[in-house]
């Protein structure tokens, strides 16, 4: 198996961990706080999720991305632990912060291993392939954790079974990059990176139109579960049949996307207004859904995340055609993006709770999610990779 290949599968494996306990996590910690709050929690995370990423060239500059991804992966699992065995508040507040933390670090650290044995000429392929893998994982979990809620222990057998995958990944990864050598990382002032991005619209553009959908994401990774579960009255085996199918438009766009993208030169301004449009109108329609029918709420979840899986594929596509290995700034800003919307994501749906109830969330999301639109005509036409030199001041 080539390393690319080998990718894929530890990728696979870290996805799996990530998406076990995604959906519940707001669940779990309503035993530490209460629904109007637990929003505070993600946002804490998030923070200490882009300290960390802000300082991510630094670190890499120092370890490397093999003992930067390793060492990741140790305070993840050391998270887990306390997720798993302890009862106390602030023990389990402090987990999940890191175990958040850490997540975003590791999947940041991939991204560069991707990106170096990755062919730069199938770009399309390989990140499409990529979203499709570990969107598989995600498809698969909510059976898997809705079985491990209602037969086999509750939320804590979910955290062994994600402990376990990390540990299988962090061995795999530990064989498959010792031959990794790392390309200087640029590090770069802030305001260096500021003024690119101002000056390369199409570069803030892209940048702009994954906070939205990180911002979608981060509100109904929040919200949903405790929706259907607390005010639709669904069981947690109607839920996990529900995310199932809600979850495989990940797996049936994401490849296609990417090939159409790369052999037959689809124009990404397109995707990424269709995509826009079928996620707004379909996150708008689940404010005024009463019914506990689960048909209807497969449906209409499939539908924002059909509209999702374009959007990421081709946001995806597009900002790594545009970067190479090295432009760690770019990638970091650009990963930015997922802390940064669980910063403001749940602080808005914190202050939205406080004046409405929790259905109305995703009538706002659905408005907030048209935003995008105005991005897209600021991309550029091109359908290949561009061999440009990004003229920032560097440290």
Excluded at 56 to 83: A, D, E, P, Q, T
Excluded at 94 to 112: E, K, M, P, R
Aim: glycine share 4%; charged share 10%.
């Amino acid at each position: 198996m080539n390393k690319i290949n080998r990718m894929y599968v530890l990728s696979f494996l870290f996805s799996l961990h990530i998406a076990l306990s995604a959906y519940i996590n707001s669940t779990f910690l309503l035993k530490i706080i209460s629904e109007k709050y637990v929003g505070i929690l993600f946002t804490i995370s998030s923070l200490v999720t882009l300290l960390l990423l802000s300082k991510s060239v630094n670190l890499l500059k120092h370890f490397g991305n093999r003992k930067f991804i390793l060492w990741s992966l140790i305070v993840n699992m050391i998270s887990l632990v306390g997720m798993i065995v302890s009862k106390d508040p602030y023990v389990i507040g402090t987990s999940f912060v890191t175990l958040t933390a850490t997540n975003t670090l590791i999947i940041f650290s991939i991204d560069i291993f991707i990106e170096h044995f990755g062919d730069p000429k199938t770009i399309g392929k390989i990140r499409g392939l990529y979203l499709t893998v570990i969107n598989v994982a995600w498809m698969l979990c909510p059976l898997i954790t809705a079985f491990l809620i209602e037969k086999e222990g509750g939320y804590i057998s979910i955290y062994i079974l994600s402990f376990i995958a990390t540990i299988v990944m962090t061995i795999g990864l530990f064989f498959s990059i010792r031959t990794f050598n790392d390309k200087q990382y640029i590090k770069t002032p802030f305001m260096a990176t500021y003024n690119y991005l101002k000056t390369n619209h199409h570069m803030l553009a892209i940048t702009m139109i994954n906070f939205i959908l990180q911002f979608f994401f981060a509100l109904m990774v929040v919200y949903t579960s405790i929706y259907l579960h607390n005010h639709i009255g669904l069981g947690w085996d109607d839920i996990g049949v529900i995310f199932t199918i809600m979850l495989t438009p990940f797996i049936i766009f994401g490849l296609p996307i990417g090939i159409l993208i790369d052999k037959y030169h689809f124009k990404k301004r397109t995707l990424l207004y269709i995509g826009i449009i079928i996620m707004s109108v379909a996150t708008f329609s689940m404010s005024f859904i009463t019914t506990d029918s689960i048909a209807l709420w497969a449906l209409v979840l499939f539908m924002t995340r059909m509209g999702a899986s374009i959007t990421e594929t081709t946001s995806e596509v597009y900002f790594f055609t545009h970067i190479k290995e090295e432009d760690t700034y770019l990638l970091s800003v650009f990963r930015d993006m997922t802390p940064v919307a669980y910063i403001f994501a749940p602080l808005i749906g914190t202050v939205i709770l406080l004046f409405l109830p929790l259905k109305f969330i995703f009538a706002i999301l659905g408005i907030i999610i048209l935003s995008a639109l105005y991005y897209i005509p600021k991309l550029r036409h091109n359908h290949s990779p561009i061999d440009e030199s990004l003229e920032i001041q560097t440290l």
